[in-house]
């Protein structure tokens, strides 16, 4: 009961009415939107991002190189089996001394492209693949190498001395040899041939 007593006779606090403010009076300012977020200095995750590219870049050049020299010495090796079959089967000398010639004018360009090696024959042709041969002893200015310049226009008769095998391991360790050295000169920018087409 004295608590119906006190409600009914207290007075109820009154609303305030909100005051509506004239703009023109408050001196504000316009709202100021925060700068563009500079591109400069980049972030640290994008220059890991781009150290990564430039890894993965590096890392596909180096295995591209690695597999284009792997390939020419497996199309320099399947020639040589192809040529020493095919000498097995027709015992022909003139045709091994022609076939093994062409093919060291083939290597001989896709070693060295920026040289003129198309347009050497004779003894200069000889020399220079001497001059690139590991084995300074028996070169292909010996009569064994010699054959390479004679034996594809002599008949098979007056090549009955001829020793296949010396001429075939020759031009086999000529390739081979010039081909590992031509991997050692690469970072002294010569350029390798991806074939010996």
Excluded at 5 to 10: D, G, I, P, R, Y
Excluded at 122 to 145: H, P, R, V
Excluded at 157 to 170: G, N, P, T
Aim: with cysteine.
């Amino acid at each position: 009961m004295n608590d119906q007593t006190l409600t009914a006779n207290t007075p109820m606090p009154q609303m305030a009415e909100p005051q509506v403010l004239n703009p023109q009076v408050l001196d504000l300012r316009d709202i100021h939107l925060p700068e563009a977020i500079s591109w400069w200095p980049v972030a640290p995750g994008w220059w890991i991002i781009a150290a990564g590219i430039l890894i993965l870049l590096f890392i596909i050049f180096i295995s591209r190189k690695i597999y284009l020299s792997r390939q020419l010495k497996r199309d320099i090796s399947s020639e040589i089996n192809i040529i020493k079959q095919q000498f097995g089967q027709t015992q022909n000398k003139s045709e091994l001394a022609r076939s093994l010639s062409i093919l060291l004018r083939r290597a001989s360009i896709s070693y060295y492209p920026a040289e003129n090696i198309a347009g050497l024959t004779g003894e200069n042709w000889l020399a220079l693949l001497d001059q690139d041969s590991l084995d300074k002893g028996a070169g292909f200015q010996s009569e064994t190498g010699k054959l390479l310049i004679t034996a594809p226009y002599q008949s098979e008769q007056s090549l009955a001395d001829f020793d296949a095998q010396s001429l075939i391991q020759l031009c086999e360790s000529w390739l081979l040899s010039s081909h590992d050295k031509r991997l050692t000169h690469r970072g002294q920018g010569q350029q390798t041939g991806a074939s010996i087409s």
